[in-house]
Each structure stands twice: as C-alpha cells, then as structure tokens.
C-alpha cells in the first residue's frame, strides 16, 4: 500500500476501482534529413495527413466543440508555414519538421503567465500528435481496450481521447500533467467524475490492474489499500454520495435562509460552454461574465459580430435573468497574443483592465456595442473592472453613450436602458463608494483584487501566500462598507470574487447584508446547503461582532464557534 497526497483537485468524488494505465504508441519522429528532390514528396506526405486530420475532425466536431478549435488549429497557416518552412529550407523529414514546430508552439503557450493559455498549449500538442500518426500510419488504440470499470492513469489526455474512450467504464482519472483549467479536468467536472491532475510521477507508481482508491476532495490516492483502507474509503464514498444526492436536492429549493432572508446565488463563468455547465445547478443568473477569454482564445481583437453572436446567446440561454458581463479585464496576469502591453514593472498596478479600455476606446466600443446590441435579447448587465475614479466611470459611459448615439443612427436594435455596475476591487473605489453608488446601477466586489490591493499582497505570489486573507479586518471592513454605501443608496451589491463561495465566509457575507453570491457553478450547492441552515439573524450578530474585531485569530474564533 502506497498514499500519494496531492495539492490540485480537478473534479471532486471518492473512488475506487482497478487501474488502467494508458502506454501510448511511439510517436517520436525520425530524425531524417532529406534530399532537394524529396521536397515535393514530403510537402505532399504532410498534406496529406492535414486532409485525414481534418477529415477525423469535422466528424468528432460535431459531437464536441472543443475538435472545433482543433479543426481550425489543424489547418492554422502559422503552424503550416512552420512545418513547411523546416521541410524546404532545412531539408527536414515531415515528422521531424512537426514535432519541432510544435514544440516550438507549446512551448511558446507554456511560458504564458496566464494558466489558461499555458493549457491551450496542450490543444497544439492534441493536434500534432493526430497529424503525426497520420504521418507514421499508426492508430493510438490504447484508449479503445477499455471495456470493464476502471480508474484511468496516464501521462496527460487530451480532448480527442473522450472520443474513442468508453465513458460507461471510466470511474475517474489521475494524470501526470494537467492543471484545473486542463480539458482533462474541465471534462471531469462535466462527467461529473473524480479527478486529481498534476500528479507528479504516478505513471511510474502505479502498474496495470492496481487497485486504487482515490479521494479527489481531499486530494488522496492510495495504491493497492489494504484492507483498513478499503473499509474507510467504501464509508467515505458513501458519504460522499449521500452528501451529492442532498446537495442535488438542495439545489432545487430557493437560497433562503431558515428565517426568509433570501439572497441570489449566481455563477462565475468565462464562455458559453462555462453557462451551459451552470445551468443545472439551478443558478439565479450569472454575476461574472469574464470575457478576457473571448480575446485571449482569438488571434486578433474581436469583432463586434463575433462578442454579439456570443453575449446574445448568453442572454437566451438565462431566459430573462441577469447576466452581468464584465467588459474586457486584461493585463496584469492576462496577456493577449496580438496586442503588447510594453515591459511593466509592476503589471498589477499598471496598464490594465478599464485603463486599456478608455485608452484603446476604438476596442473598448466595439465591445460596448455589441453589449447593447445582446442587451435586446435578454438581461445583460454591463459592468466596468478596475474603476479608481468617478472621472474614468464618467468616461466609460460617455462612450457607451456614444455608442448608443450611432446604433440609434444605424437604425440597429439595441438596449437603451442598459443597467451598468461596476467592480469594487481597488481601496480607491471603497474610499468613494458613496460617490460611485449614486453613479451606477450595481455594485459587484471582486475580492480577488480588492484583498491584494487592501493588503499590498500580490495574489500570485506564493512566498507570501499566508499573508493573502480576505477574513483580514481590513478586507472585511472594506466589505463591509461597500455593502453600506450601496445599500444607502438604493442599490444591489453581489461580490464575484473567490470569497463569495467561502462556506466559512457566509455568515459573515450574510450577516453584512450582501444581496447576490457569485462563484463557480460547482460550489453553489454547497454554499445554498449552509445558507439553508445559517439564520440571519444569528449571521447579523456574528457580523457586527466581526466587523469590530482588529485581530484575524478573533474573527477566525468567531466564524469557526
Ligand atoms: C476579482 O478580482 O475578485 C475578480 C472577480 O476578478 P478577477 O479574478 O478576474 O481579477
Ligand atoms: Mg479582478
């Protein structure tokens, strides 16, 4: 018996079962150099594998939009031009020529900062390999053997392996690579199966036919358990299972306290895909729409047809409730491929989020007007990031006045009524609160932010992780103040940040007076299940208590009494 403890749980579950380690076929290239003469030949020999590619992939498409990507990735001239640019001028077999070119690409995404594109390297390496077993005339099968219950082990998978993979028999999956925004893992939580990802050398730990049990909330694997852990892991997923049937029911009754106070529980999401995972959780709307991913999939700005084709379809499938879309947040951690932001000494507190946007107004009103264009279809909410000033909240919505101006002249349908909110994220934007509450329509506190900046802590910065504490009197004070300022003056005030699904955080949230909760769709159940037994008026008297504490230890003995 062997235990593997890991830090990242991609899709929680308890599990056990046998161990199927995926071996792959060799797909390295030969390293062969080529004659003048082979030139054609070898340029033909790739095309070639381009048009089976493709031809696999306009089928899989259908099924999963992820082999969408793919399809447009396979036929990418960039990565063409790379291939063929080895092929003539270094005289590069075709494999030999693909497998440098894209890992020249991969790597190019793994030195990304941001998480999310570093995986989108894993899609160019999904796609090279397709085109090298066309180029060998090899199939990867070793996906395909399943045919009994299994724990799937492998190096990494990729969204093409679900394909040939019989999901009936799939009870979780371990894999060495892979982060939480990996497709590996965004499958799982759709499978709603366990995941651990990341988890450094199990390939070597872990033999065909093990038994493995496997707690993906905790973060546990155990090779070969013995019989002690064999009986605590059978009690633990039936635990776990009663705990999922409790919480699918909890999610069909309203978010209401025993003594009716009701709030909104809404969802964080970053695309279409993200609102149609949400929906069944039976969310009240959305409360962050993050759209820096629509710009940082894209090579080039967005056109206002493509954001209006999204934002609209967001709009439909909510039927009516709010969808709060926050515009174009980028910089800081977030880059985009095709625009430079310049060498920043302190990114974070530089050129970024709604100071790219009224610096770049030709982006920022393209956006703006496909928001109030989807306004027409549903109830999109407009919300500004980053604000600092009522001078920069002023100059947001003289453009989005603008823009108004020339739809109504372009005799295009559009919301003329429009709701606009912003983040609270900076001290400067809670120091003011009065003066913005008055300006907007809504205010949503992105904690993410507003703790790094309360306390001058980076968020990324693992050396000072410990000191990253939303429950610091200063965050909650901020918190706190905000709500009041909003409330004084007519307003909603929902908190998008990390925060919000904090089940320790609720009391104090709640007791605070916060109208709308938004976080990922996942721990909306959670969060309903303690706001369900947490009495407002218990939470009211908890806060005030906190709000007065100047010690963190104080306000942990608090929350945790
Ligand atoms: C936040 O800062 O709390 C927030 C929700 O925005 P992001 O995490 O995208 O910066
Ligand atoms: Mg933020």
């Known amino acids: ?51 089976a590619a493709k031809a696999d992939l306009a089928v899989l498409a259908e099924q999963n939009e992820i082999f969408g990507a793919h399809l447009e990735l396979v036929q990418d001239p960039t990565l063409y031009d790379g291939v063929l640019e080895k092929i003539k001028d270094e005289r590069k077999n075709a494999e030999l020529a693909l497998e440098e070119t894209v890992d020249m690409f991969a790597a190019i995404f793994a030195d990304m900062d941001d998480e999310y594109m570093r995986e989108r390297g894993a899609d160019m390496k999904d796609v090279g390999k397709r085109l090298m077993c066309k180029l060998k005339g090899v199939e990867d099968s070793a996906l395909s053997g399943i045919n009994e219950k299994v724990i799937v082990v492998a190096e990494d998978l990729a969204p093409s392996d679900t394909a040939v993979m019989n999901l009936e028999y799939v009870l979780g999956f371990i894999t060495q690579e892979g982060g939480v925004t990996s497709h590996v893992s965004i499958m799982a939580r759709n499978l709603n199966l366990p995941a651990l990802v990341g988890v450094e050398g199990i390939m070597s730990e872990v033999a065909m036919n093990d038994q493995i049990a496997m707690d993906a909330k905790s973060g546990t694997i155990i090779i070969n358990p013995d019989e002690a852990a064999v009986a605590e892991y059978t009690e633990k997923m039936e635990a776990f299972w009663k705990r999922e049937k409790e919480l699918a029911e909890i999610s069909l009754l309203p978010a209401e306290t025993p003594d009716g106070k009701t709030v909104e529980l809404f969802a964080n999401v970053g695309n279409i895909e993200d609102i149609k995972n949400a929906l069944p959780h039976h969310i009240d709307g959305i409360g962050l729409f993050r759209t820096e991913f629509l710009y940082m999939e894209n090579d080039h700005f967005p ?7 999204v934002y609209k379809e967001a709009a439909e499938l909510l039927e009516g409730k709010e969808v709060i879309i ?7 951690d977030k880059a985009l491929s095709y625009f430079d932001f310049g060498q920043e000494e302190n990114p974070f507190l530089g050129y970024r989020a ?20 989807a306004g027409a279809y549903g109830n999109i909410r407009i919300m500004y990031p980053m604000i ?3 001078e920069e909240l002023d100059h947001a919505n003289e453009l989005l006045e603008a823009c108004k101006k020339e739809l109504k002249a372009e005799g ?21 609160a009065e003066d913005f509450a008055s300006r907007v329509g ?15 802590v980076d968020r990324g910065n693992k050396k000072i992780s410990n000191m990253y504490n939303s429950f610091h009197p200063a965050v909650l004070r901020n918190i706190k103040r905000t709500i009041d300022a909003g409330h004084a003056a007519g307003i909603k005030v929902g908190m998008c940040g990390e925060f919000a699904s904090d089940p320790k955080a609720l009391k104090v949230l709640l007791g605070f007076g ?38 963190v230890r104080e306000i942990d003995a608090l929350l945790e009494a």
């Open 1 to 51: 018996m062997k235990t593997i403890n890991v830090k990242r749980t991609a899709s929680k579950g308890v599990v056990m079962g046998k161990a199927y380690v995926v071996k792959r076929p060799d797909l390295s290239a030969d390293r062969t150099v080529i004659a003048e003469s082979a030139v054609e030949a070898e340029t033909a020999r790739y095309e070639a594998a381009i048009e």
């Open 303 to 309: 056109t206002e047809e493509e954001q209006f084709t």
């Open 326 to 332: 926050r515009t174009l947040d980028i910089g800081g």
């Open 354 to 373: 709604i100071r790219v946007c009224l610096d770049r107004e030709d982006v920022f009103k393209t956006q703006l007007r496909a928001l109030l264009r």
């Open 388 to 390: 600092i000033s009522v």
């Open 412 to 432: 295009k349908t559009f919301n003329e009524n429009i709701v606009v909110g912003m983040m609270i994220e900076t001290p400067a934007s809670v120091a003011c």
């Open 442 to 456: 809504f205010f949503s506190i992105g904690t993410n932010d507003l703790t790094q900046y309360t306390l001058a």
């Open 514 to 551: 916060l109208d709308e909760f938004s976080m990922s769709a996942g721990a909306v159940s959670e969060v309903k299940a303690e706001l369900r037994s947490t009495p407002y008026a218990q939470a009211k008297e908890i806060a005030d208590k906190v709000a007065k504490c100047a010690y």
